[in-house]
């Protein structure tokens, strides 16, 4: 997905410095309609999903994995880029039964917000998903360089745990503003 630019913008030069297997990284010379000149590079990436999986118990599904970014394991709900040429929605559903072999009833768009928009393109979009049926073998294979562990957490003691990534604690902290977190 080619990036958006306001039409207030005056795009002077665009080239793409890395082509990448998930993300380009775009060079682009703008002006604002100040006059200031802006010299930046951006991650252009086509987007990401992620899911708050509520179970029967109010309890949302994590999945523990590596990244390598960080360094550790993070303990996140469950995520993924879109693929191309696929609606967010189906993307959120592959994600969720590939990294934690369960498939919902019911979906309902959360949020959608750009996690780091000073560089990057993505925006990522929050569903919450319920009426949880685990279909163990009968789920799609999780990616090949992919290994999960599934866990169970309540939204409120997601806050309290001091977990770091960013849309796990903002899928939390809607889920808990909604009311829909256990007491």
Request: contains cysteine; aromatic residues 4%; proline residues 5%.
């Amino acid at each position: 997905m080619p990036i958006r630019h306001h039409p207030d913008v005056r795009v002077l030069s665009s080239r793409t410095v890395h082509p990448g297997r998930i993300f380009d990284v775009i060079r682009e010379e703008l002006v604002l309609p100040s006059g200031l000149r802006q010299d930046i590079e951006i991650v252009d990436h086509p987007g990401a999903v992620a899911v708050a999986a509520l179970d029967e118990n109010g309890d949302l599904l994590l999945v523990r994995q590596y990244r390598h970014a960080c360094g550790d394991w993070m303990l996140e709900i469950p995520a993924g880029r879109i693929e191309r040429g696929e609606d967010r929605l189906t993307a959120a559903m592959r994600e969720l039964e590939e990294e934690t072999r369960h498939r919902a009833s019911s979906w309902e768009l959360l949020s959608e917000f750009y996690a780091a928009p000073g560089f990057c393109s993505e925006l990522l979009s929050v569903f919450l998903a319920r009426g949880l049926v685990h279909v163990g073998d009968d789920a799609r294979a999780a990616d090949e360089d992919e290994e999960f562990v599934l866990e169970r957490m309540s939204a409120p003691r997601i806050l309290e745990a001091g977990l770091q990534d960013a849309k796990t604690i903002i899928a939390a902290s809607l889920v808990v503003a909604r009311g829909l977190a256990p007491r």
